[in-house]
Structures are given as structure tokens and as C-alpha cells.
């Protein structure tokens, strides 16, 4: 059987110096806010050639707090990808403003950016692009359609640890970068963990408050604050694995190289561009029976998984809110994209067989 995915094997590697970090972390005495988190930031922080890092609970925690510390009036309206995860949308609503859904280019599946800057109008306060797949948006141009109209621009970057727009990395060009280091990213921690970059020690500054109770001195207030604070423990992860990040992104280049020149052509395959350096968290192909094609890849002994299976504005929980959004492009997307195998510890022998299968159905 090649799995999809196995966070044993992909951390087994690791284990050792994980192993190391955690008994630095319980001999400190201290588990949170401590040396590990400072030093991860530090690195992460270098690591994308931004300023600031600041560690959070989570990705979703990343993406409300980096809206939230602008303060935008109630019902603002944020342009977002129709063809999102729902994390991206849910940190929206959960500060009480308004997504706009914006279709994606069909080729890159990112945010188009002569549909946003259609979709702005007086009451949009911000783009939100997501580096689906691990490729970057066209940042170049979002950027200047945010400049032109005056708007904020929060990077979802959750999937793009390392992936690069013109020698840029992915959390450099807008205000914020939000991050999820979920077990399953390229940079992945050993349970929930995120955090966000930025360039304004401002805005830095007070992501730290929010994160922290809104509290800058102990038990002193300023803020209506929350309790989204990176582990300690998962930092020390983190840390280890992020010195490994270009070796494992050169891994999952390696494997969709294998994908992209062996497939046959009735497979959609991602584009490649020299403008952007992917670094595929997900390799994911479009064919019209998908469905079939995957239960038939099962029997093969080959598990693929689906990211997603649903629009964002066709899940129930956005009944009364987005459901009556038309998404044509979006939901073409989700009823035939198909995701394989490339994690870290997948080989080249590993690919050529499931390429070898796909190119027999």
C-alpha cells in the first residue's frame, strides 16, 4: 500500500533530536512563552526574511488575529478565494466582517486578480489571497491593486512554507502572513501550532497582546485579548524541523517533477512558471472522474485524499451567509481535483508506481 500520508514516517527522522529538545523544555521549568518560542520566531522570522514572528495556537487563530489587530468596522468586506479551505473564511465571520468571494484563476487555482479589484468597493478593507497547493499568488499585482485602492493584504500562507514569488517568500509581501504548522504542512509541528510574519513592529507588537489575554504586563489588561499562545514544546519542534524546510521542499519538488513528465495528458496538472518556486504541500491533478479514478486508485493500493470535496459556500455552515454565491469556477475545482501522494517520506520508486497506475485507468 503507498499511503497518502504518515506523520511516523515523516517525523521518524527527526525523532531523535525531538526527543533532545523535549527534555530541554521539561528540565526549563518553564512551558510557556519561553526560550523555544522566542528562538523559533526568531528563526521563522529569518527564515522569510521578515522582521517579526509571532507564535500562535494555530493557523485559524493566525488568520483572526492578523484581521482582528487592524480593528475594521463591523461588516467590512475582505475579498477571499471562493476555492478556500474554510479556515480562511471562518477567521472572517469571526470578526464580524463580510467575505467577498473572489474566483480563482483556473490554471493556478489562486486568486485572480482582475476579479478582486472588480469586487472592490468603497466598504473592502482588505485582500486575503491563499498560496493554495504551495503556490504562491500573483502577489506582484495584488499588491498594487491594494495600494491603488488604499486596502490591507493578509497572506494565507498555511500551505506555502518556503514557496517563493520572484525570490520572495510567501509571508514577505503583505501586511501579515498567516501560518498553519499543522503535522501535515512542509513545516509541520507535532500537533496544533501557527503563527504570523510581518515587517510593522506595530502590528507585531499587537498580535503579541491579543495573543496573550490582551495583556502586555501580567495581569494588566489593555486589550480584549485572547489565549492562542505557540507551545513551547511544539516550538522546540519546530525549530528542528525548519532547519530541514529546503531539504524537504527540494524532496517534494523532486516527486512532482517525477508526476508532472511521467502523467499522461488526460490528467490537469499544476503549471509551472519561473516567477514562482512551489513547493507542492499538495500535488493535486483535475479529472472528470475523479470519483471513479480514485476508488480505482484504492484497489490499486495507492491512497489519495481530495482538497476539497465541497466549495466553501456550499457547506452547511454557510447556509444563510454565502450559500447563494455563485461559484461556477470554484466548484469545477472541487468536483474534479484529486490529491497524490508526495509527502516526505515517499520515494521516486513510490511515485513511478503510482504513475504507472494512473496512466492505465
Avoid at 530541554?24 to 518553564?30: D, H, K, M
Avoid at 447556509?319 to 468536483?335: F, N, Q, S, V
Wanted: neutral net charge; aromatic residues 10%.
Amino acid at each position: 500500500m503507498i499511503e497518502y500520508e504518515n506523520l511516523k514516517k515523516v517525523n521518524s527522522p527527526f525523532f531523535e533530536s525531538y526527543k533532545q529538545s523535549l527534555s530541554v523544555t521539561l528540565e526549563s521549568g518553564w512551558y510557556i512563552l519561553g526560550n523555544q518560542v522566542k528562538n523559533f520566531e526568531q528563526e521563522f522570522a529569518a527564515y522569510c526574511r521578515t522582521s517579526h514572528c509571532v507564535g500562535l495556537a494555530n493557523g485559524l487563530d493566525a488568520l483572526i488575529l492578523a484581521l482582528r489587530a487592524f480593528e475594521f468596522e463591523p461588516g467590512s468586506e475582505i475579498l477571499v478565494p471562493s476555492n478556500t479551505y474554510i479556515a480562511t473564511i471562518l477567521a472572517i465571520l469571526h470578526n464580524g466582517l463580510k467575505p467577498v468571494l473572489v474566483e480563482p484563476d483556473i490554471s493556478t487555482y489562486n486568486m485572480d486578480p482582475d476579479r478582486a479589484e472588480a469586487l472592490v468597493s468603497t466598504r473592502t478593507k482588505a485582500l486575503l489571497p491563499v498560496h493554495l497547493y504551495g503556490k504562491m499568488c500573483e502577489m506582484g499585482r495584488l499588491n498594487a491593486i491594494a495600494e491603488k485602492h488604499g486596502l490591507k493584504v493578509i497572506e494565507d500562507c498555511a500551505q506555502a512554507h518556503g514557496a517563493k514569488y520572484k525570490g520572495i517568500a510567501a509571508g514577505a509581501f503583505g501586511d501579515f502572513g498567516a501560518f498553519s504548522f499543522y503535522p501535515t504542512k512542509n513545516l509541520g509541528a507535532l500537533g496544533d501550532a501557527g503563527g504570523i510574519t510581518t515587517n510593522n513592529k506595530q502590528l507585531a507588537e499587537r498580535v503579541r497582546v491579543l495573543r496573550n489575554y490582551g495583556s502586555q504586563v501580567k495581569y494588566y489588561n489593555q486589550l480584549v485579548g485572547y489565549n492562542s499562545r505557540l507551545d513551547e514544546m511544539q516550538a522546540g519542534f519546530l525549530s528542528i524541523k525548519l532547519r530541514q524546510l529546503e531539504v524537504i521542499n527540494a524532496h517534494k519538488r523532486m516527486l512532482a517533477t517525477l508526476y508532472l513528465e511521467g502523467l499522461k495528458s488526460d490528467y490537469i496538472k499544476p503549471v509551472v512558471h519561473p516567477d514562482y518556486l512551489d513547493v507542492y504541500h499538495i500535488f493535486n491533478i483535475r479529472h472528470p472522474r475523479r470519483d471513479e479514478l480514485k476508488e480505482w486508485l484504492l484497489k490499486q493500493g495507492i491512497g489519495t485524499d481530495i482538497h476539497y470535496p465541497v466549495a466553501p459556500n456550499k457547506q452547511a455552515a454557510m447556509k444563510g451567509i454565502l450559500d447563494k454565491t455563485e461559484t461556477p469556477i470554484a466548484e469545477e475545482i472541487h468536483r474534479t481535483t484529486l490529491s497524490l501522494p508526495i509527502s516526505y517520506f515517499h520515494t521516486p520508486s513510490d511515485i513511478e508506481q503510482v504513475i504507472a497506475a494512473l496512466n492505465k485507468f
